[in-house]
Structure formats: structure tokens, C-alpha cells
């Protein structure tokens, strides 16, 4: 088998230089920061609900991320730097299962917060030993609570430097979205919410969320009648006001807890069967108004786009980003070789505009990391740009949303590897992880 190893002066030229801008897009083009070699085999180091895999802090930006034998590693590099400070840590995963993701955060004071390898397992949880260190303490309970059963581990920073942990109590088809604070000032977690959206046995929400710049907490999902993908269906709408203590729909009024199947806002009704994929991609523009983006298959047809549901201030809309016209179906239980990845959306506002960037990879563009980029969200007229020449393989978004937030740059978390269907076995050796960095105008 040939090695699809890069060594970083051929990753530099080919994502530096051989980039494609489609429809006269206005682009400069991207440059790529290698780190190091991680584990290939699955997806786990790249999958879409890696809230973070990569995170700043100031002028410090982190990087988690598996090695070859299943370590976890830590790097940390001054931006604008290409030399990493690297530190394998003492924590192993069961990298075999793509579930089994890294999350990582910074907290206000600069201390690394770290929760990894769950696939409703009992909760992984450490932090680094003092504001800037890569070295980790031991593995701690955060409140103690609906702690044995944990899935998708979700950070997401406060303004008061605190921060948010999501994650799923119980299995695919029969869970509850809980969600835990923590103060900076008491260095301790509380749990806001035991069951946010309650499955009550029969269901889960495969969600995701977003803070925006007032502070207000947006939470989209889909959900999942049973382990099968094709029973996802709907999606949905939450957000708080008040840190994640109450929640409301877009209309305002008071949701009563939990959120379930019959009490949930619906921003868009999806059948069961249509090929809508689990977890959502979510963000809020400078006024508040949330937008989410996902793939499913419109009725009338059998081919899935990616789909943009939006609120408008008075009401829900739909708009379709990619014109696709491969069809293909989604079934079966465990994990999926997608032939078009989970998205993930950024938005801004820039002037006068709403602008939107959907970062995607798909088969028909190559497996290549794409974007799909609206100046303004009022026309609604979307341009694909191919960031990278050469194919990804079965990789899926992440960012560094906190350098987003803040200076409005794109910086990816970028990997070579593959994906067998329910975790099959192949032989792809360790990758290249990497930082693509890239601003859109």
C-alpha cells in the first residue's frame, strides 16, 4: 500500500500555493502550519463535534490530538509562529472508535481544561496544572453527577472566563443533553442542567451550539428515534439569556424543563428517512439571530445538499448552499463513511452585511477542504472555494472558533485519514496534523 505520509516542506507548497478559488471568488490563498504525525485509522481526530480540537488564548494557540500508538498529545504555539512547543501526555484513547474524541479549552485564566475518549463511557476529565502548562493532573470528577455515561464532550468559553461542558448522558436513540459551569474565581463546575433535552428513553438530541457576542447561548439538534442514523428527523431551537440557567424559544417565550420532542421549537420539519445527519453546525450574527447549517435530502429528490435554516428576527427560512447531484442513503447504526462531511458555519458581520462561510469537504469536489461563502446572507448567493488540491480523505471540520470570534480568520484543524464503515480496520499510517489558516477577503 502506498503511504499517504506528507512531510511538511510538500504541505507547505501544496496548501500555499495550489489552491482553487471557483466563481471569482475574492481569496487570498491559504498557508499550512504542520505539527506532527497523529493517528489516521479513523476519524477520531477530526470529526465534526471536536469542540475544540484547536483554541487561542491571547497570542497562544493550542492543538490536541492522538499519536500513532493512541496518546494524547498537547502543542502549543505563539500565533503567526511555526514552532510548537509538543508535549505527549500520560492519557491514552481508544482511538479504534472515531467517537472517542479530544475536547479542549482555555479558560480566563489560561488554564487548559481537557475531556477525552468517551463513547458512553464514564467521564475523562483533567486540567493543566497552571495557566499556560501543557502538563496535566490527574483525572477528576467535575460535579459528580450523570457522570457514568458520558458521549460528545463540548467546551465553550463565557465572557466572564468561565466555561460550558455539554455532553450526552446515556446512548444513541435513549439519552439526555446535560450541562455544566465552571467558575474561574472557585476553579470548581456546577451543573446547570441534569437533563436539558430529554430523550425520556425514547430519543436523543444530536446537537450543537454557539455563544455569541452578547453572551446569549443558541442550541440547535436533531432528533434520533433509535440507534439507526435514518430515524434522525427535525431540527430544533433553544437559547439562554442568563448563562444556561433558563431558556426560551426565538419567539421569547419560557421553555419548562426539560425540552422534549413535544415541548421543542421546530425551525425546520425533516422526516425520518431523509438522509439528515446528525449533529448541526451552528452560529449567531451581531444581532442575535441564529443560524444553522446541516445536509439532508429535500423531498422530491434523492440527492442531499447542505441546507442553511436561519431566523430572520420574525421567522424561520431555508435556503440550500451546494447545487450536489450525487444521491446516496444514510442507514444503519454506528459510525458512517460520509461521503460528504458534517459541516461546520461561521458567520459576521461586515459592511452592513451578514456574511457566511460553510466549511465542508465532498466527494464530488474531491475530498478536498471546501468552502462555501455568501458576502451576503440577503442574496443568499453562495460561491465554493477549494482550499487544498489534494484530498483530505474522510476528514470533517473543526476550528478555532475563539480566533474566529475575535479577529475573524479561519484557522482549520487539518488531517489526512481514513474511515471504514462501523470502524473496520485499514492500514492508513500516521498523517500529518496540521493548522490551515486562511482569510476569506
Same mark, same amino acid.
Given at each position: 500500500?502506498?503511504?499517504?505520509?506528507?512531510?511538511?516542506?510538500?504541505?507547505?507548497?501544496?496548501?500555499?500555493?495550489?489552491?482553487?478559488?471557483?466563481?471569482?471568488?475574492?481569496?487570498?490563498?491559504?498557508?499550512? +502550519?504542520?505539527?506532527? %504525525?497523529?493517528?489516521?485509522?479513523?476519524?477520531?481526530?477530526?470529526?465534526?463535534?471536536?469542540?475544540?480540537?484547536?483554541?487561542?488564548?491571547?497570542?497562544?494557540?493550542?492543538?490536541?490530538?492522538?499519536?500513532?500508538?493512541?496518546?494524547?498529545?498537547?502543542?502549543?504555539?505563539?500565533?503567526?509562529?511555526?514552532?510548537?512547543?509538543?508535549?505527549?501526555?500520560?492519557?491514552?484513547?481508544?482511538?479504534?472508535?472515531?467517537?472517542?474524541?479530544?475536547?479542549?479549552? +482555555?479558560? &480566563?485564566?489560561?488554564?487548559?481544561?481537557?475531556?477525552?475518549?468517551?463513547?458512553?463511557?464514564?467521564?475523562?476529565?483533567?486540567?493543566?496544572?497552571?495557566?499556560?502548562?501543557?502538563?496535566?493532573?490527574?483525572?477528576?470528577?467535575?460535579?459528580?453527577?450523570?457522570?457514568?455515561?458520558?458521549?460528545?464532550?463540548?467546551?465553550?468559553?463565557?465572557?466572564?472566563?468561565?466555561?460550558?461542558?455539554?455532553?450526552?448522558?446515556?446512548?444513541?436513540?435513549? &439519552?439526555?443533553? +446535560?450541562?455544566?459551569?465552571?467558575?474561574?474565581?472557585?476553579?470548581?463546575?456546577?451543573?446547570?442542567?441534569?437533563?436539558?433535552?430529554?430523550?425520556?428513553?425514547?430519543?436523543?438530541?444530536?446537537?450543537?451550539?454557539?455563544?455569541?457576542?452578547?453572551?446569549?447561548?443558541? +442550541?440547535?439538534?436533531?432528533?434520533?428515534?433509535?440507534?439507526?442514523?435514518?430515524?434522525?428527523?427535525?431540527?430544533?431551537?433553544?437559547?439562554?439569556?442568563?448563562?444556561?440557567?433558563?431558556?426560551?424559544?426565538?419567539?421569547?417565550?419560557?421553555?419548562?424543563?426539560?425540552?422534549?420532542?413535544?415541548?421543542?421549537?421546530?425551525?425546520?420539519?425533516?422526516?425520518?428517512?431523509?438522509?439528515?445527519?446528525?449533529?448541526?453546525?451552528?452560529?449567531?450574527?451581531?444581532?442575535?439571530? %441564529?443560524?444553522?447549517?446541516?445536509?439532508?435530502?429535500?423531498?422530491?429528490?434523492?440527492? %442531499?445538499?447542505?441546507?442553511?435554516?436561519?431566523?430572520?428576527?420574525?421567522?424561520?427560512?431555508?435556503?440550500?448552499?451546494?447545487?450536489?447531484?450525487?444521491?446516496?442513503?444514510?442507514?444503519?447504526?454506528?459510525?458512517?463513511?460520509? %461521503?460528504?462531511?458534517?459541516?461546520? =458555519?461561521?458567520?459576521?458581520?461586515?459592511?452592513?452585511?451578514?456574511?457566511?462561510?460553510?466549511?465542508?469537504?465532498?466527494?464530488?469536489? &474531491?475530498?478536498?477542504?471546501?468552502?462555501?461563502?455568501?458576502?451576503?446572507?440577503?442574496?443568499?448567493?453562495?460561491?465554493?472555494?477549494?482550499?487544498?488540491?489534494?484530498?483530505?480523505?474522510?476528514?470533517?471540520?473543526? =476550528?478555532?472558533?475563539?480566533?474566529?470570534?475575535?479577529?475573524?480568520?479561519?484557522?482549520?484543524?487539518?488531517?489526512?485519514?481514513?474511515?471504514?464503515?462501523?470502524?473496520?480496520?485499514?492500514?492508513?499510517?500516521?498523517?500529518?496534523?496540521?493548522?490551515?489558516?486562511?482569510?476569506?477577503?
Amino acid at each position: 500500500m502506498r503511504s499517504r505520509v506528507c512531510n511538511p516542506g510538500r504541505l507547505l507548497f501544496v496548501f500555499g500555493m495550489l489552491w482553487c478559488v471557483v466563481q471569482n471568488v475574492p481569496a487570498a490563498p491559504p498557508t499550512i +502550519v504542520p505539527v506532527a %504525525p497523529g493517528w489516521a485509522k479513523t476519524t477520531v481526530n477530526t470529526v465534526v463535534f471536536r469542540r475544540n480540537s484547536v483554541v487561542t488564548h491571547g497570542d497562544n494557540q493550542y492543538v490536541a490530538y492522538y499519536d500513532g500508538k493512541g496518546y494524547v498529545v498537547l502543542a502549543k504555539r505563539a500565533l503567526g509562529s511555526t514552532d510548537w512547543t509538543i508535549r505527549k501526555t500520560r492519557y491514552r484513547g481508544k482511538v479504534t472508535d472515531a467517537h472517542n474524541a479530544i475536547s479542549i479549552a +482555555v479558560d &480566563g485564566t489560561g488554564t487548559l481544561h481537557m475531556s477525552w475518549n468517551h463513547h458512553n463511557d464514564p467521564l475523562r476529565y483533567c486540567r493543566g496544572v497552571a495557566p499556560g502548562s501543557l502538563r496535566l493532573t490527574d483525572t477528576m470528577p467535575m460535579t459528580g453527577s450523570r457522570e457514568r455515561r458520558v458521549t460528545y464532550p463540548e467546551f465553550y468559553n463565557m465572557a466572564d472566563g468561565g466555561l460550558l461542558f455539554l455532553y450526552r448522558d446515556g446512548a444513541s436513540g435513549e &439519552g439526555d443533553l +446535560v450541562m455544566n459551569r465552571y467558575d474561574v474565581a472557585t476553579k470548581s463546575w456546577t451543573q446547570l442542567h441534569a437533563n436539558l433535552i430529554g430523550g425520556e428513553g425514547e430519543r436523543n438530541a444530536y446537537w450543537q451550539a454557539a455563544v455569541d457576542t452578547q453572551g446569549i447561548i443558541h +442550541v440547535s439538534w436533531v432528533w434520533r428515534e433509535t440507534g439507526d442514523v435514518a430515524t434522525n428527523h427535525d431540527l430544533c431551537y433553544a437559547c439562554s439569556r442568563d448563562g444556561g440557567r433558563t431558556w426560551e424559544r426565538s419567539t421569547g417565550d419560557r421553555y419548562t424543563m426539560p425540552i422534549t420532542v413535544d415541548t421543542a421549537e421546530y425551525a425546520c420539519r425533516i422526516p425520518q428517512g431523509h438522509e439528515l445527519i446528525n449533529q448541526t453546525s451552528m452560529c449567531a450574527d451581531a444581532e442575535g439571530r %441564529p443560524y444553522i447549517a446541516t445536509f439532508w435530502r429535500p423531498e422530491g429528490t434523492d440527492i %442531499p445538499n447542505y441546507q442553511l435554516v436561519y431566523h430572520d428576527g420574525r421567522e424561520w427560512h431555508t435556503t440550500q448552499v451546494t447545487t450536489r447531484t450525487t444521491p446516496f442513503r444514510l442507514g444503519g447504526a454506528g459510525t458512517k463513511r460520509l %461521503p460528504m462531511a458534517r459541516p461546520q =458555519l461561521v458567520a459576521r458581520a461586515r459592511d452592513g452585511r451578514s456574511e457566511a462561510l460553510v466549511v465542508f469537504r465532498d466527494s464530488e469536489r &474531491g475530498n478536498r477542504v471546501s468552502v462555501a461563502h455568501c458576502s451576503d446572507l440577503a442574496a443568499m448567493d453562495w460561491r465554493i472555494i477549494d482550499l487544498t488540491k489534494e484530498s483530505v480523505g474522510m476528514w470533517e471540520p473543526t =476550528l478555532d472558533m475563539a480566533l474566529w470570534q475575535r479577529d475573524h480568520v479561519l484557522h482549520l484543524f487539518v488531517q489526512y485519514n481514513e474511515q471504514r464503515e462501523q470502524n473496520k480496520r485499514n492500514d492508513t499510517p500516521p498523517q500529518m496534523v496540521s493548522i490551515l489558516e486562511w482569510k476569506s477577503r
